[in-house]
């Protein structure tokens, strides 16, 4: 049985663990508001874009954009996995690493060649440990999730997408759904698919000087709206899932304290005892 000394000391560093877990709940709930907007204000503006390349493509028929087209057969498929750069977020990194597993397992049971492109740390720990013949370029990306990151990945994929390296581009993100709901998710990105649109809907405008050159401009910022939406939602979703994790640690940092502090009064009540007990035996040996 530990002695008294030993569980001060255990109990003096669960509570130190409790605070450094409280402060970095508070600092996720600060970046979860943060995340949380932007992601609010993004989702429109990938809606609207998605809703625009539809309309824009049925409107250009005659050609056919670079990264609209699709390949007649699939050789060789890029998966872009997205994670974090950090833990402590409970299972989110684990749920959304197991999902792309699988489906690139599914997807090289077909017959298709799989290369992953990481971005972020976890991603690429987990797939240097499991796959790494498989595993390609390893992107990190520090800070917030900019726009600028977004648009030198989707430069890398849309150019290994046109000089054939690669046939189709997945990538897979955690979707953020609620505060306590962060689902993985996957989409296709290259070939781009353009929203169908019902053929006897109005055109909304007239194009000048022409909807091809709206076409080539459009649908690679169409690529980068969508990586940046994603990296937004994988962003809100780790600060939500580290914040719940910091929260859960703490209460059981507080349950720890409680059985610690009981355990700590009844060695103190059994060595009071024991000192009573000893000086009644002495004094009536006297």
Not at 7 to 26: F, L, N, P, S
Not at 219 to 238: D, M, R, T, W, Y
Request: net charge positive; glycine share 4%.
């Amino acid at each position: 049985m530990p002695n008294l000394k030993d569980i001060r000391r255990r109990i003096r560093g669960v509570k130190k663990t409790q605070q450094i877990t409280r402060a970095m709940r508070m600092v996720a709930g600060a970046k979860l508001r943060r995340a949380q907007n932007a992601v609010t204000q993004a989702r429109p503006y990938a809606m609207r874009m998605r809703a625009t390349l539809g309309e824009v493509a049925r409107m250009q028929q005659d050609s056919v954009h670079p990264l609209l087209d699709p390949r007649p057969e699939t050789r060789r498929v890029e998966v872009v996995v997205v994670t974090s750069n950090r833990g402590l977020c409970g299972a989110f990194n684990a749920n959304v690493l197991r999902f792309a597993d699988r489906l690139v397992a599914a997807r090289a049971n077909t017959g298709v060649e799989i290369t992953i492109t990481c971005v972020g740390r976890k991603a690429a720990e987990y797939f240097k440990r499991r796959r790494p013949s498989q595993q390609g370029e390893k992107l990190v990306f520090d800070g917030w999730a900019s726009y600028a990151s977004a648009a030198e990945l989707a430069s890398q994929v849309s150019g290994r997408f046109v000089s054939g390296v690669v046939d189709e581009v997945v990538l897979v993100f955690s979707e953020f759904i609620t505060t306590m709901t962060q689902t993985p998710r996957s989409v296709r990105l290259l070939p781009a698919v353009p929203e169908a649109a019902g053929s006897d809907a109005p055109l909304p405008a007239e194009i000048e000087p022409s909807s091809e050159k709206l076409l080539a401009m459009l649908v690679p910022k169409a690529l980068e709206v969508e990586i940046f939406s994603a990296l937004l939602e994988n962003q809100a979703g780790e600060h939500a899932a580290r914040m719940a994790a910091m929260e859960s640690a703490t209460r059981n940092t507080e349950d720890i304290i409680s059985r610690l502090t009981l355990q700590f009064n009844r060695a103190r009540q059994a060595a009071i005892t024991k000192e009573l007990v000893e000086i009644v035996s002495g004094a009536e040996a006297l």
